[in-house]
């Protein structure tokens, strides 16, 4: 059921909580699925090794089985053909691995309050909490308030999509919100559909949702009505995103 709830009337914004590493919140070792795919996702591509949207869960699943994560064991959990499309020997990702997230635990994420105020009206929503992809030093989540008018900064207004994103695919959508945000992006120059694509697809990376989610989402967006550059971003990145999940 949607959490959002609309008034009418900004107050004052609130900035957006600044960015805490998973660790000070949680403990030295402890990580979100999110953050802890992140991390994989960083050493595989320093590696140049392919990393696609079926080995963050994979391994977040295994992370989840023990105490601590064990680069060995991780490993292990990755088919065959891993090690063939990347040339590369299971002791040397087991390597890599130990080093990325060796140690650490995997704790689910909660979902947790945000407000996102879009020219004048309020939208309360949830979402797991988390560093912005948009401003790695803005938790959103966690109390955090987003205002965007039609003259404020692009970084403020790709940030409440990224917010909208992050909110739907939690089973959390505002027709009302997203038809604010649209026409708000349609009155600006300096926005287009690529900028929304970027980050559609970017938190479709990072929260690595299934593709059932994603059909889910994808339908609810094209029921909402909404048009325009939000619109097309949105079904362009999250159809993207489809395309990198296993069949």
Same mark, same amino acid.
């Given at each position: 059921?949607?959490?959002?709830?609309?008034? #009418?009337?900004?107050?004052?914004?609130? =900035?957006?909580?600044?960015?805490?590493?998973?660790?000070?919140?949680?403990?030295?070792?402890?990580?979100? =699925?999110?953050?802890?795919?992140?991390?994989?996702?960083?050493?595989?591509?320093?590696?140049?090794?392919?990393?696609?949207?079926?080995?963050?869960?994979?391994?977040?699943?295994?992370?989840?089985?023990?105490?601590?994560?064990?680069?060995?064991? +991780?490993?292990?959990? %990755?088919?065959?053909?891993?090690?063939? !499309?990347?040339? @590369?020997? !299971? *002791?040397?990702?087991?390597?890599? /691995?130990?080093?990325?997230? #060796?140690?650490?635990?995997?704790?689910?994420?909660?979902?947790?309050?945000?407000?996102? @105020?879009?020219?004048?009206?309020?939208?309360? %929503?949830?979402?797991?909490?988390?560093?912005?992809?948009?401003?790695?030093?803005?938790?959103?989540?966690?109390?955090?308030?987003?205002?965007?008018?039609?003259?404020?900064?692009?970084?403020?207004?790709?940030?409440?999509?990224?917010?909208?994103?992050?909110?739907?695919?939690?089973? $959390?959508?505002? *027709? $009302?919100?997203?038809? *604010? +945000?649209?026409?708000?992006?349609?009155? !600006?120059? *300096? /926005?287009?559909?690529?900028?929304?694509?970027?980050?559609? /697809?970017?938190?479709?990376?990072?929260?690595?949702?299934?593709?059932?989610? /994603?059909?889910?989402?994808?339908?609810?967006?094209?029921?909402?009505?909404?048009?325009?550059?939000?619109?097309? #971003?949105?079904?362009?990145? +999250?159809?993207?995103?489809?395309?990198?999940?296993?069949?």
């Amino acid at each position: 059921m949607a959490h959002y709830r609309r008034r #009418g009337g900004s107050g004052r914004s609130k =900035p957006a909580t600044p960015a805490t590493p998973p660790g000070a919140r949680r403990g030295m070792t402890a990580t979100t =699925p999110a953050e802890f795919q992140r991390l994989v996702a960083i050493a595989f591509d320093a590696q140049g090794w392919q990393y696609d949207m079926s080995v963050g869960p994979m391994l977040v699943e295994v992370a989840k089985s023990g105490a601590q994560t064990d680069g060995s064991k +991780l490993a292990q959990a %990755l088919p065959r053909t891993f090690f063939d !499309r990347n040339r @590369v020997t !299971r *002791d040397a990702v087991a390597s890599v /691995l130990a080093r990325a997230v #060796g140690g650490r635990t995997v704790e689910e994420e909660v979902a947790m309050p945000a407000t996102i @105020v879009i020219g004048g009206n309020n939208y309360q %929503l949830n979402m797991g909490a988390g560093a912005s992809i948009v401003n790695s030093n803005v938790n959103l989540g966690e109390g955090s308030q987003i205002s965007v008018t039609s003259g404020g900064d692009k970084q403020e207004v790709l940030l409440a999509v990224e917010a909208i994103v992050r909110a739907g695919l939690a089973g $959390d959508w505002s *027709d $009302d919100a997203a038809k *604010d +945000l649209a026409s708000l992006i349609a009155g !600006r120059a *300096d /926005l287009r559909y690529e900028d929304v694509q970027a980050v559609a /697809l970017e938190v479709a990376r990072r929260e690595q949702p299934t593709k059932e989610r /994603l059909k889910g989402f994808l339908a609810r967006i094209a029921a909402s009505g909404i048009s325009g550059a939000l619109a097309t #971003g949105l079904t362009a990145g +999250l159809a993207e995103a489809m395309h990198l999940l296993p069949l």
